[in-house]
């Protein structure tokens, strides 16, 4: 056990230090978690272990890129060494492509949201995977950031999409896999949470019809609830797929 180790369980936040990834930080603080926040920048990522702190809560920022296996390796270490073991990974960090039309998408710009909302997604799952099958108790849970794009795509979307869909296999497989080991995996699909991702969305964003249109969005702290939910459940228990969403966002019935 690390030397700040104790009875708390442990979690792994990638992308923490803005949007969803700081609201379900946050959130699983207030649940009694210890935090392992994960950024590229290192600012953010030390302002909401701050914030975090200032609450009575801890966490420790770890900057990490998620597209450099090193790194990520570095990261799950680091955990180890400070908290003893790993109860919870949150993927979370993820990217898009610039909206244009798929024919003028660069390799290089597909290569880039692939490497870092797939293989990203796969290399921390490896790394938590090793940690949880050996440590005692075994077992945690893994949340993968899924998207409403993991079912329906907007238009201009199509490496985002692809990652997206290809998430729900990998959620599904680590499902499988991680059944003798009592490592749980289930995915949350996102719809027009409040970020800065999402500022856009106000402004008209396109549909499938041709036509430009804003959409209404959602807090992100509601994903951060919908996360601390899904974390709050024994291992013998798993939210497989869940979905929040801003209740008049064009989902249902796209198209």
């Not at 701050?50 to 920022?61: L, N, Q, T, V």
């Not at 009592?182 to 719809?191: E, L, R, T």
Request: proline fraction near 5%; aromatic fraction near 4%.
């Amino acid at each position: 056990m690390g030397a700040e180790g104790d009875t708390a369980k442990v979690a792994v936040v990638t992308g923490a230090g803005t949007g969803v990834g700081r609201a379900a930080a946050l959130a699983l603080a207030a649940e009694g978690f210890a935090l392992v926040l994960s950024g590229r920048r290192p600012e953010p990522i030390k302002e909401v272990a701050s914030e975090i702190g200032s609450s009575g809560g801890r966490a420790i920022a770890v900057p990490t890129d998620v597209t450099d296996p090193e790194s990520i390796r570095a990261l799950f270490t680091r955990t180890v060494e400070v908290f003893g073991r790993l109860d919870l990974l949150f993927n979370n960090a993820g990217m898009g492509a610039p909206a244009i039309p798929l024919e003028d998408l660069s390799v290089e710009q597909w290569r880039a949201v692939v490497d870092t909302n797939l293989t990203g997604s796969f290399l921390c799952t490896q790394e938590a995977f090793r940690i949880m099958k050996s440590q005692s108790p075994q077992g945690g849970r893994i949340i993968n950031n899924g998207s409403i794009s993991a079912h329906t795509p907007r238009p201009f979307s199509a490496p985002y999409t692809s990652t997206k869909h290809a998430i729900t296999g990998l959620t599904k497989s680590t499902a499988l896999d991680g059944r003798a080991h009592d490592v749980a995996c289930g995915q949350i699909d996102i719809g027009n949470a409040e970020t800065d991702m999402t500022a856009r969305m106000r402004r008209g964003v396109p549909q499938a019809n041709g036509t430009t249109m804003a959409e209404p969005t959602m807090a992100a702290e509601n994903v951060g609830r919908a996360i601390a939910y899904m974390a709050s459940l024994p291992l013998d228990a798993n939210a497989l797929f869940l979905t929040v969403m801003a209740t008049g966002m064009p989902f249902v019935g796209r198209g």
